[in-house]
């Protein structure tokens, strides 16, 4: 079973509806992130948490909104999605502070906002 | 703050020839760097990463990369590539702090018969 899980994994919605996307980890990581892909743009932070209680904005938040329901839990919520919200979604996972500790990543999520 | 340049966006090899996949990098703390590959369909995986020491770093798949700090480089090589390498592969440096990548914008290596 993949350590990283995303759902779902392919998701069409129209412009104005409210979409969730989620992630679970059985790593037991304390540090979760999203990031979205886009071609030619690479990857850039949207939120990220380091535990229950700590959010933290990335590079592009805005739009987006996060929830840490457990340690192995992290949604990801676009509140009214919007056309150039479309991109592949990741989450990411990683263990503790130091730097020699990898992220890794779940198999995306590829939104369409019509 | 800490930022990736990688200059190419795709790279065509044929198969069993070299490669090498430019990455530079922009730091003002001490620097952590890593390669991701993601193939098609797929999330992205370590593929190798420096943290200190030795300049030469090995990583999965006969891949290695040479850290240059007068040069701010930390380029990907591999001396005989495969069809199954054809993927995109991203460019990271640790932020300070240790909390965030920023990673480059990624490299399409494109490996043909």
């Known amino acids: 079973d993949a350590d990283v899980t995303q759902t779902p994994r392919n998701r069409i919605t129209k412009t104005g509806k409210r979409i969730m996307l989620e992630c679970s980890q059985t790593?037991?990581?304390?540090?979760m992130y999203w990031y979205r892909q886009d071609p030619g743009l690479g990857l850039r932070l949207i939120y990220y948490?380091?535990?229950?209680?700590?959010?933290n904005k990335g590079e592009i938040s805005d739009g987006y909104s996060v929830s840490r329901q457990a340690q192995a839990k992290f949604s990801l919520s676009l509140e009214s999605a919007i056309p150039n919200q479309t991109a592949l979604y990741f989450c990411?996972?990683?263990?503790?502070?130091?730097?020699?500790?990898?992220?890794?990543f779940g198999p995306g999520t590829r939104l369409t906002v019509l | 703050a800490q930022s990736v340049t990688q200059l190419d966006s795709q790279v065509p090899v044929f198969e069993e020839a070299p490669v090498e996949l430019r990455c530079n990098y922009s730091s003002s703390v001490s620097v952590y760097l890593f390669w991701y590959v993601q193939y098609p369909n797929q999330g992205l995986q370590l593929l190798l990463k420096?943290?200190?020491?030795?300049?030469l770093v090995k990583g999965i798949n006969g891949f290695e990369a040479e850290f240059n700090k007068s040069q701010t480089s930390f380029h990907l090589r591999k001396p005989s590539v495969h069809i199954s390498d054809t993927a995109e592969y991203f460019c990271?440096?640790?932020?300070?702090?240790?909390?965030?990548?920023?990673f480059g914008k990624g490299t399409m290596l494109l490996v043909s018969p």
């Open positions: 990411a996972t990683t263990a503790g502070t130091s730097a020699y500790n990898e992220q890794f």
């Open positions: 948490s380091f535990d229950v209680k700590d959010i």
């Open positions: 790593k037991g990581h304390d540090r």
């Open positions: 990271a440096v640790r932020n300070s702090g240790y909390s965030t990548l920023t």
């Open positions: 420096y943290l200190s020491g030795s300049t």
